[in-house]
């Protein structure tokens, strides 16, 4: 057993309004600059839809991810040869439209018009080139209209259900997904590095790039199945979210944790065994890959595991922290956290506890109570939003887990109804889900009034090895030339003449062919 551990996320997708105000605050802290316009590191997806860039989802096109070839895992682009004949070309590499054009507006042409007798206008710009454009695209493109036939239609997990999914007005269903890098356990954007700039890194397993080793070949784009690298097409640097290390490494959470206003994400550490990774991620069929991960995961609160930890090198408070983690609560402890698309066989770490709102007011409009436990459970699956679409997004098409995440969210929200009205509750509610009233109040206290430092448990040994951890920082920081500014005092670690700063590979994103 080889302990190592793991900042991980989850969301709770029942709490999401879809404001964007993660992906802003993210926007302005580290994208906020020339070359990586059309990057967002974090963005609100709604489902169904496309996505972003459009179709990622799509492995058979994008070739992202891990296949399984005689019981070894292989990158789907391929191996060492077909990226050396691609390395200049490559056919799996998306088009900037397939993000989209970042655009602008010509202001000036407001202010500066000249009296007339038409109303001046302000067109759009292209802020790559700064020529006319136009939007036809971005990247919450789809926003709250997911659940109409042109957008959803083209959804890859739609298409993949094999059945007629009915978008029809009143049948119609959407929610948002908010989605990041997911830190992989087995990242094949690692593994797709020609030059070896990306990297995992071992302290707390968030997946970086080494800007200065980076070459722009651009192959961790393609091999990430979440389309979450992007090409700054300025500096010819990889560039991706970062989890925002210098904030977890003084014990405070991401910048779109911080901002969420729904309070929907949880931070915490997962202790696992590196060694079962590769085997689980080897699970032959896709729909046990969930299962498979679980049992990589370690129970912090196991004194063998605790000792084998602390032999391995990992600081005590982490281990502490580990034990209080809401992540492991939700994902280990409750069941009702799921990863996204586990296929990839990347062993994602951002996972999802799914959404079950339609499932009351669709019931109370039967005349029904919306809040009955045996009402819910019935209900389950036949809900606005199909059992198997979410099975699509989260277990690989199995529908039990999904099942189970669902039944024991409505089982919290009848046993809760009951203890708020003073009802006496059915002791029935809870074991059908196989859990007791005690861990239904434990998750109801995690899920809806849990307070900061309850969601956001971040070990800070950063504090204490902060110089140890200041040259991996500046290694994997993105305040190169041009870069966010984000950390004080590092600017001039990266001073440049101007015969020094490095340029792009290609004047604008390279397309595929």
Request: with cysteine; aromatic share 10%.
């Amino acid at each position: 057993m080889r302990v190592m551990a793991q900042l991980a996320m989850v969301m709770n997708l029942d709490k999401c309004i879809g404001c964007h105000t993660c992906s802003v605050t993210c926007k302005q802290t580290w994208t906020n600059r020339g070359g990586v316009e059309y990057a967002w590191f974090n963005n609100v997806e709604t489902k169904p839809g496309q996505g972003y860039p459009r179709r990622y989802e799509d492995q058979d096109e994008w070739k992202g991810g891990w296949a399984l070839k005689r019981g070894r895992l292989k990158p789907a682009a391929g191996g060492r040869l077909k990226k050396l004949l691609n390395i200049f070309a490559n056919p799996d590499l998306p088009e900037l439209d397939d993000y989209y054009q970042p655009w602008t507006y010509d202001y000036r042409n407001l202010t500066e018009a000249p009296l007339g007798d038409d109303v001046p206008t302000a067109r759009p710009v292209s802020a790559v080139t700064g020529a006319p454009t136009e939007v036809r695209y971005g990247p919450n493109w789809e926003d709250s209209l997911g659940g109409g036939p042109e957008h959803a239609a083209g959804d890859p997990v739609v298409r993949k259900l094999g059945r007629e999914v009915k978008f029809s007005y009143e049948q119609s269903f959407m929610f948002y997904l908010p989605r990041i890098c997911e830190h992989c356990l087995n990242p094949s954007c690692v593994a797709s590095c020609p030059s070896g700039a990306m990297y995992k890194r071992s302290e707390d397993g968030i997946v970086l790039v080494d800007q200065d080793q980076c070459r722009g070949w651009r192959m961790c784009v393609s091999g990430c199945p979440y389309k979450k690298v992007y090409f700054n097409h300025k500096t010819g640097k990889a560039e991706k979210c970062t989890f925002c290390y210098p904030r977890l490494e003084v014990g405070e959470p991401t910048v779109c944790a911080e901002t969420c206003v729904g309070r929907l994400r949880y931070i915490g550490v997962m202790l696992y065994d590196a060694d079962r990774v590769t085997a689980a991620a080897s699970t032959p069929d896709e729909q046990g890959l969930y299962e498979a991960q679980l049992g990589v995961f370690l129970d912090p609160h196991d004194p063998e595991v605790a000792a084998a930890a602390e032999r391995a090198g990992i600081p005590h408070d982490w281990i502490t922290a580990a034990r209080r983690s809401p992540v492991y609560e939700l994902i280990m402890r409750h069941r009702v956290a799921l990863p996204l698309h586990p296929e990839y066989r990347t062993m994602p770490m951002v996972w999802y506890v799914p959404p079950l709102s339609p499932v009351v007011d669709a019931l109370s409009g039967t005349g029904f109570d919306g809040e009955d436990a045996g009402n819910l459970f019935g209900a389950i699956d036949t809900l606005r939003i199909p059992l198997d679409y979410l099975a699509g997004l989260f277990t690989a098409g199995d529908q039990e887990p999904v099942r189970l995440a669902l039944r024991r969210l409505a089982a919290m929200r009848s046993h809760m109804r009951s203890i708020n009205l003073g009802e006496p509750h059915d002791p029935r509610g809870p074991s059908r889900v196989g859990m007791t009233a005690e861990s239904i109040e434990s998750m109801y206290r995690l899920l809806a009034v849990a307070k900061y430092a309850d969601r956001y448990v971040i070990p800070t040994s950063g504090i204490g090895r902060a110089h140890d951890l200041e040259g991996i920082a500046t290694t994997c920081s993105l305040d190169t030339y041009g870069g966010p500014g984000m950390l004080d005092g590092r600017t001039e670690l990266f001073t440049w003449r101007d015969d020094e700063r490095p340029s792009g590979l290609f004047p604008t994103l390279p397309g595929k062919g």
